[in-house]
């Protein structure tokens, strides 16, 4: 049983035995309600004061009967009450214990501050791709009602203390989507000072908002209003652009995605031209951009376009062949 409803059901036995006692004394007896409370009360508690006043015998009878009954149920509704409450608070700290054994076993992990609707999207998406994150949320009715399967931790993310609890040293990246670009903003600057190799995306929904960000050292700013309005309209001028690129990105099609592949230095197609990978003869993927680790984006690379060590590549086919060149470039 849920332990809140146990602890009410043990407080309903405990009210109902009160109040069985206290009718009874006054039914019997005849005596005032307070009169008949008290001597309830005395009865049940064992401490044995004298009787509020002389009791007849059908007045010593109930009283045995309600020592008999009430006495056992009580202590058992206070045993079991106690045994609730501190199991909970045990789970409790089990709990924590658990969450901080977790967290520091993440590494190469994203934070996500804020758990709203933004939040939930970004969530499902990691969740699919199989990365690593944890949630910093400052509400605890949000924090509780999150999948039992998301790490969280329920506090303030402009806090470095929070952020530190996160692994934030350890992080590959952190997303704040806190629903004030003031709080985005402190996020952004407590993270960039705790982690300077950190990759941080922020939201904006202010204009002058997002170049404040970047100041503050975030490498994107997304701002959910602009790109809105954006995908509105081009949907109305460009119909079938826009149907191409959402089916391109749809989480879980197994038609057609697109994905960006990291090329290790191990890889044995460093030093290649396209043509000679043969990637789009074996797999029937095509290579859309290469970008360089100098961050230089090469759109639309000819087949004689070199692939060097720690390219990224933007690849677009099928989930099984883009999950083959992944395994491909890694060898």
Not at 138 to 148: L, N, Q, R, T
Not at 163 to 174: H, M, P, S, T
Not at 180 to 200: E, M, Q
Not at 263 to 289: F, N, P, Q, Y
Request: with cysteine.
């Amino acid at each position: 049983m849920n332990p809140k409803y146990q602890i009410l059901l043990l407080i309903a036995l405990i009210f109902g035995v009160i109040s069985f006692g206290t009718l009874g004394f006054s039914i019997i007896e005849g005596w005032r309600i307070f009169d008949s409370l008290y001597m309830t009360v005395i009865t049940l508690t064992t401490v044995g004061y004298l009787e509020v006043h002389p009791l007849s015998t059908a007045g010593r009878a109930f009283t045995i009967v309600l020592i008999l009954s009430g006495v056992g149920t009580m202590l058992y509704a206070l045993s079991v009450g106690a045994r609730a409450l501190l199991e909970g608070e045990i789970r409790e700290i089990l709990g924590r214990r658990k969450l901080s054994k977790k967290i520091g076993e993440l590494k190469d992990h994203y934070i996500i501050c804020g758990f709203g609707r933004m939040g939930k999207i970004i969530c499902r998406e990691m969740t699919q791709d199989g990365a690593a994150y944890i949630v910093i949320e400052k509400m605890s009715e949000v924090a509780a009602s999150m999948d039992k399967d998301i790490l969280i931790i329920q506090g303030d993310a402009t806090q470095d203390a929070v952020l530190k609890e996160a692994g934030i040293e350890r992080a590959q990246g952190l997303i704040s989507v806190l629903s004030t670009d003031a709080d985005n903003l402190y996020v952004v600057l407590s993270a960039r000072g705790l982690n300077s190799k950190l990759r941080i995306v922020a939201r904006a929904s202010d204009e002058g908002a997002e170049q404040k960000l970047f100041r503050a050292g975030a490498d994107s700013v997304v701002s959910p209003y602009y790109i809105g309005g954006l995908r509105i309209a081009h949907t109305i001028l460009k119909p079938a652009v826009v149907d191409f690129i959402e089916f391109a990105t749809r989480s879980g099609n197994i038609e057609l995605q697109m994905e960006e592949i990291k090329v290790k230095e191990t890889s044995h197609i460093v030093g290649k031209a396209l043509d000679e990978c043969e990637i789009r003869k074996d797999l029937g993927i095509i290579i859309v951009a290469i970008k360089r680790e100098s961050g230089e984006m090469e759109f639309n690379p000819t087949s004689a376009t070199v692939i060097r060590k720690g390219d990224t590549l933007v690849a677009m086919g099928e989930t099984k062949h883009l999950k083959a060149l992944e395994d491909m470039v890694g060898v």
